[in-house]
């Protein structure tokens, strides 16, 4: 069974503070990361994927993916009220593999 | 359209009765996914379709769900005698699925309430 786990929280992250994000998975074949934001009442919305181990960076975003630990983080620099929301993790393998979504870790930027 | 799209937005029935929700994909996205989410929880997946594959059925929760795709567009997925627990948000997402590249895109959901 395929697994990705994610701590539920809710992480409480002052304004303009570093958040960071942790998820980890099981298949270690998977070659697709993904996170999701969902804000309440709403549909996740894709914000970053990465595919590569290092870091991936857009804007106050960074993606880091390390294949060896099957560990993939997300980091939100300058953390904003409006970063307040659920944040999916997912995996998939290859192309014909299904997406995985972890269970979301609330996140709550305290003003 | 430019996203994926889902009909109706909002569903109220009554237990017992039948319900069809519906998914029009992203043009040219080959895989769709149903997903179910109650209030506060994560998301259930239910049902994969990807190109001219057999379907990925194994989350469908019991034979009262059925989903079918005619090719690469619409779905609909069906839930009959429905339960008060079916209550939630019914998610569809689309997505590409060239190979290691298949960033899903999700549509604004169908909330289904069974009284």
């Known amino acids: 069974q395929k697994e990705v786990e994610q701590n539920s929280g809710p992480l409480s992250v002052p304004e303009g503070a570093i958040a960071s994000l942790n998820c980890t998975y099981s298949d270690r074949v998977s070659q697709s990361f993904f996170w999701y934001r969902q804000y309440s009442g709403k549909s996740p919305e894709l914000i970053m994927s990465?595919?590569?181990?290092g870091d991936k960076e857009d804007g106050r975003f960074t993606a880091q993916l390390n294949k060896a630990s099957q560990y993939v983080s997300l980091l939100i620099r300058d953390s904003q009220p409006s970063d307040s929301a659920t944040y999916l993790c997912?995996?998939?393998?290859?192309?014909?593999?299904?997406?995985?979504f972890g269970k979301g870790t609330r996140l709550h930027i305290l003003p | 359209g430019a996203g994926v799209s889902q009909s109706p937005s909002n569903k109220v029935t009554e237990k017992g009765k039948d319900v069809e929700l519906r998914c029009d994909p992203i043009s040219g996205h080959t895989a769709l996914y149903w997903y179910r989410q109650r209030l506060g929880q994560g998301l259930e997946f239910l049902i994969y379709f990807q190109g001219n594959s057999a379907p990925d059925k194994s989350g469908l929760p019991s034979d009262r769900f059925s989903a079918e795709r005619t090719g690469e567009s619409v779905s609909t997925l069906t839930i009959q005698r429905t339960q008060q627990e079916d209550s939630a948000v019914y998610l569809c997402?689309?997505?590409?699925?060239?190979?290691?590249?298949?960033?899903?895109?999700f549509g604004p959901g169908t909330r289904l309430t069974v009284l």
């Open positions: 990465i595919y590569s181990n």
């Open positions: 997402a689309s997505s590409l699925e060239v190979i290691s590249y298949n960033e899903q895109f």
């Open positions: 997912a995996v998939s393998g290859n192309r014909d593999d299904k997406i995985i």
